[in-house]
């Protein structure tokens, strides 16, 4: 049985009622749904074929038949932003998924069992944490070699001790409650109870830092495939398509803005969800935003 | 106080210590004989073994992690295997370029992102504020290497006011260089603000709700004072414990940003290094980056003794 203290009076009813009353949420829902329905629908149709160079389109302006006009090879920039949106989400999805699947487990069984080993993975967060996102990124290619994997286990790593520490807070506020006392009563070991009644309570918490870390993931990725150290050309991904559009700067502009835009849409998109989902789940966080 | 800094002085120490380990250990896993790199394929294998053995390669493991973290702390990073000079010969002229290009960025940042917190927080919720948090929420979201390719398509493209990027060193005068920096630092600086905006603003309204604000105003002190006096000073420990994470976020971000201005700073260094798989430069720098974050935010913890009286007396 799992117990639920978080919204005693919640019910989902109430919850949906108040997610529609939500400017930011909805916002970023609708948003958040768009990206990935383009995603979606990038596997089955785009304008044109990203994988067909038409030289003779080559760097034209936007125009109706071009709504973003065209790169240095004649790919048509929407569709390129279109199959690119695939790679940002899968990326920035699987390293929450690495952040999450990983992390909280660790922060769940620091705050469970505390003393030594609860210190000693604090520590190793402090050493995650002193290497920032790109640095991973930098030494993980150094070994391996660019990537679009590659990226997803720099960025995946960087997320595990965001996990670990939400994960490890939140479980620490709840252990001292009454229901957990009454489940150690009953005879619940410390992997049960943290499953069954820890887990449940804590998990609008993960899914604000989900979000946080799914819009944080994107930009990651956008700037290690700037770099050259994320996904590798033909694969369109967003980052790419701004460093080839940084020396054309001048000449063709629009193959610099629009991927841009894309990037800070989903961004938006999904900061605006997480804010969303924290003021619903959780009225007191409005004031502190 | 002292056993709560000496407390962090030690967590940091150990946390160098780790990190040394783990970039050493990252190294020693890849492939590639740095000596062989240095002699060229057309070397015997008995000159590429002297050589492995005058580097010390050939020493046990543990020798050699001692030895190189030995040489770390008396800045003797080793000798680059492409251009035969020392590491640190290489690291002095490139971080004349990131260290002022972070900085500046830090500063701007700061003094963008406080004021607008404490506008928006003496108007939480009306127009004011409503605007500055849709502003900063857009500027969040804001890629910095993106926004960097706009400033140079305004300012040095169309208004022709800064260069679009280089760098003339600082032989050729403060201004020249620093104007070089400018659209640099504005890209990192803006997005960082924007974070640091939302932050200082919801300590502002966190602290202004205090009973001791409402204290301070009952006892008739003007709003100003209260706010500048009282509230700024309470909110500031959230701000800085972002600012501080921030600096690494900057320190990233530089190795990106100097690649779109083709700034001649560490993070150019570094790219250049991977390319030529000149390892050691790519250990040092990565080591010099990881020390700098942990020593800021080492400065963060030790900022909070200072303000913080709770902390003062903390054993």
Request: aromatic share 10%.
């Amino acid at each position: 049985m799992t117990v639920r203290v978080d919204l005693p009076e919640e019910t989902l009813a109430g919850i949906l009622a108040k997610a529609f009353g939500n400017r930011s949420f909805l916002t970023g829902f609708a948003i958040t749904l768009l990206v990935a329905a383009i995603a979606l629908l990038s596997f089955v149709w785009t304008p044109y074929d990203v994988t067909k160079l038409v030289i003779a389109d080559k760097t034209q302006a936007p125009s109706w038949t071009h709504w973003f006009g065209t790169d240095h090879f004649g790919r048509d920039i929407l569709s390129m932003i279109m199959v690119g949106a695939r790679n940002s989400i899968a990326v920035a999805l699987v390293a929450v998924g690495i952040g999450m699947g990983i992390g909280v487990p660790l922060g769940a069984f620091a705050a469970a069992r505390g003393g030594l080993a609860d210190e000693a993975l604090m520590r190793i967060n402090d050493l995650v944490f002193a290497f920032p996102a790109l640095l991973s990124a930098i030494m993980i290619t150094a070994i391996f070699g660019p990537g679009a994997v590659n990226a997803i286990i720099a960025i995946g790593i960087f997320n595990i001790p965001v996990f670990a520490r939400v994960a490890r807070a939140a479980a620490l506020a709840i252990w001292p409650r009454e229901f957990i006392l009454a489940a150690r009563a009953a005879g619940k070991g410390m992997t049960q109870i943290s499953v069954e009644h820890i887990l449940p309570n804590i998990a609008t918490l993960l899914l604000v830092q989900g979000t946080i870390q799914f819009a944080l993931g994107i930009l990651a990725e956008a700037g290690l495939s700037y770099v050259g150290l994320g996904a590798q050309p033909p694969m369109p991904s967003w980052g790419r398509m701004l460093f080839d559009a940084q020396t054309r700067m001048v000449t063709a502009p629009w193959m610099a803005i629009f991927p841009g835009m894309a990037i800070i849409v989903t961004v938006l998109g999904l900061n605006l969800l997480g804010d969303g989902i924290a003021d619903i789940l959780d009225p007191k966080s409005r004031r502190r935003r | 106080m002292t056993t709560y800094l000496f407390k962090r002085l030690i967590i940091a120490a150990i946390t160098l210590v780790l990190a040394s380990m783990v970039v050493f250990a990252v190294m020693e896993i890849l492939p590639g004989d740095p000596a062989r790199l240095m002699l060229g394929f057309n070397a015997s294998a008995d000159q590429v073994e002297e050589l492995r053995n005058q580097m010390g390669l050939n020493a046990p493991l543990l020798l050699r992690y001692l030895h190189w973290a030995g040489g770390l702390l008396s800045l003797d990073f080793g000798r680059s295997y492409t251009y035969s000079v020392p590491v640190i010969d290489l690291v002095r002229e490139r971080v004349v370029v990131s260290l002022p290009l972070a900085l500046i960025a830090l500063a701007l940042s700061t003094v963008i992102a406080i004021p607008v917190g404490v506008f928006s927080a003496g108007r939480q919720g009306r127009a004011g504020d409503t605007f500055a948090m849709g502003a900063a929420q857009f500027g969040v979201a804001v890629p910095n290497f993106w926004f960097a390719l706009m400033l140079i398509y305004l300012f040095a493209v169309w208004l022709r006011l800064v260069p679009a990027g280089g760098f003339p060193g600082w032989g050729a005068g403060i201004w020249p260089a620093v104007k070089s920096l400018l659209l640099p630092a504005v890209a990192l600086a803006l997005p960082q603000a924007a974070i640091l905006a939302r932050v200082a603003r919801s300590a502002l309204i966190e602290v202004l709700n205090e009973d001791y604000i409402r204290t301070a105003r009952a006892k008739g002190l003007p709003y100003r004072a209260v706010l500048w006096r009282h509230a700024l000073r309470n909110a500031m420990i959230p701000v800085l414990t972002i600012l501080g994470l921030q600096f690494a976020f900057l320190l990233a971000g530089t190795i990106i940003i100097e690649n779109v201005f083709y700034l001649p700073g560490l993070g150019r260094l570094v790219f250049q290094a991977i390319t030529q798989r000149d390892l050691i430069v790519v250990e040092s720098v990565v080591m010099l980056l990881v020390a700098a974050v942990i020593a800021v935010n080492l400065l963060v913890d030790f900022y909070y003794a200072v303000v913080d009286p709770r902390l003062r007396g903390r054993q």
